[in-house]
């Protein structure tokens, strides 16, 4: 697989983990194109990576969970050859449980985090495997391991994130495109206040520097893994979970009910 030299399409680039990858990707020399909803905020970062690096950096301010704004990004990602990575990136937690938080939050969430990122990657992957090349980053969470300790709506989002990348890497694959699903711990970003949460009264040894969790993504995707967990020091744990869901594969679906399943029929 060719390591993707072209430009890179960032989805919330305006902070965080998004603006960190603009950082280190236009360090590495590829042009960006940077996708959030704050147009003056991109700009400010666009200029400052132009100026730091001589990379060309063009924003596309988007709502990716309005339909119009979403098409167009998928429009440029479609149409512009020079577009080799997409860091598919943009997501929000939406605060409360399911019967107590707001609906349309709720909402709004898998719209930004399930759908939004599903027709990027579908358009990327089109393209992409058109021309036999380029980069799927996802960037999912540990919470899709971990429903007990996130709210119900982002751990269902962001595993679906993890299921939906582990396939479509089985899809695109052969046609020499690259995926990756990146799967953060708490990272120190605007998220946790977005969502009305305050991250420093975590532990501060679970919490990761934003910095720090980008250059270890881009480790394990310069090492051509499909999953990333920056946090997890033995890749083992990892495999050995991924071996114990592979292992319930032949009795996933059969003929017959279980054992313990079968009622007796009344005379
Ligand atoms: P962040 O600093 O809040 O960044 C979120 C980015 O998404 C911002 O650039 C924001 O920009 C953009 N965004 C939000 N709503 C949008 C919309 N409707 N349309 C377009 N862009 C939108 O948070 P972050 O931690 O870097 O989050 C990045 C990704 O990492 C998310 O997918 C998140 O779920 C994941 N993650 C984070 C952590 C963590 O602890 N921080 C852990 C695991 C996974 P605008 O407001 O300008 O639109």
């Given at each position: 697989?060719?390591?993707?030299?072209?430009?890179?399409?960032?989805?919330?680039?305006?902070?965080?983990?998004?603006?960190?990858?603009?950082?280190?990707?236009?360090?590495?020399?590829?042009?960006?194109?940077?996708?959030?909803?704050?147009?003056?905020?991109?700009?400010?970062?666009?200029?400052?990576?132009?100026?730091?690096?001589?990379?060309?950096?063009?924003?596309?301010?988007?709502?990716?969970?309005?339909?119009?704004?979403?098409?167009?990004?998928?429009?440029?990602?479609?149409?512009?050859?020079?577009?080799?990575?997409?860091?598919?990136?943009?997501?929000?937690?939406?605060?409360?449980?399911?019967?107590?938080?707001?609906?349309?939050?709720?909402?709004?969430?898998?719209?930004?985090?399930?759908?939004?990122?599903?027709?990027?990657?579908?358009?990327?992957?089109?393209?992409?495997?058109?021309?036999?090349?380029?980069?799927?980053?996802?960037?999912?969470?540990?919470?899709?391991?971990?429903?007990?300790?996130?709210?119900?709506?982002?751990?269902?989002?962001?595993?679906?994130?993890?299921?939906?990348?582990?396939?479509?890497?089985?899809?695109?694959?052969?046609?020499?495109?690259?995926?990756?699903?990146?799967?953060?711990?708490?990272?120190?970003?605007?998220?946790?206040?977005?969502?009305?949460?305050?991250?420093?009264?975590?532990?501060?040894?679970?919490?990761?520097?934003?910095?720090?969790?980008?250059?270890?993504?881009?480790?394990?995707?310069?090492?051509?893994?499909?999953?990333?967990?920056?946090?997890?020091?033995?890749p083992a744990d990892w495999e050995a979970?991924?071996?114990?869901?592979?292992?319930?594969?032949?009795?996933?679906?059969?003929?017959?009910?279980?054992?313990?399943?079968?009622?007796?029929?009344p005379a």
């Open positions: 697989m060719k390591t993707p030299k072209g430009a890179a399409l960032i989805t919330g680039a305006s902070s965080g983990i998004g603006a960190t990858y603009a950082d280190r990707l236009a360090r590495r020399g590829h042009d960006l194109i940077l996708v959030a909803r704050d147009k003056a905020r991109l700009e400010t970062l666009a200029a400052k990576l132009r100026a730091d690096t001589g990379v060309a950096v063009d924003v596309l301010a988007a709502d990716l969970t309005d339909r119009a704004d979403r098409l167009a990004v998928e429009q440029r990602l479609a149409t512009d050859e020079r577009i080799e990575i997409l860091i598919n990136n943009a997501g929000v937690a939406a605060p409360g449980t399911v019967a107590e938080g707001d609906l349309d939050r709720l909402e709004a969430m898998i719209a930004l985090n399930v759908t939004a990122v599903s027709r990027l990657a579908a358009v990327a992957a089109r393209a992409f495997s058109a021309r036999a090349t380029g980069a799927i980053v996802n960037i999912a969470s540990v919470l899709a391991l971990a429903p007990e300790i996130s709210g119900a709506g982002y751990t269902g989002t962001k595993g679906y994130v993890l299921n939906f990348t582990q396939k479509l890497a089985l899809e695109v694959g052969a046609a020499g495109v690259q995926v990756q699903a990146v799967l953060p711990g708490a990272t120190y970003t605007e998220i946790w206040e977005r969502a009305g949460q305050d991250v420093t009264q975590f532990p501060a040894s679970m919490v990761m520097g934003v910095d720090e969790m980008v250059d270890a993504a881009l480790a394990g995707f310069d090492r051509g893994e499909l999953i990333t967990i920056p946090s997890l020091p033995d979970f991924n071996a114990a869901r592979l292992a319930l594969g032949p009795n996933l679906s059969r003929d017959h009910a279980a054992a313990r399943y079968k009622v007796l029929t």
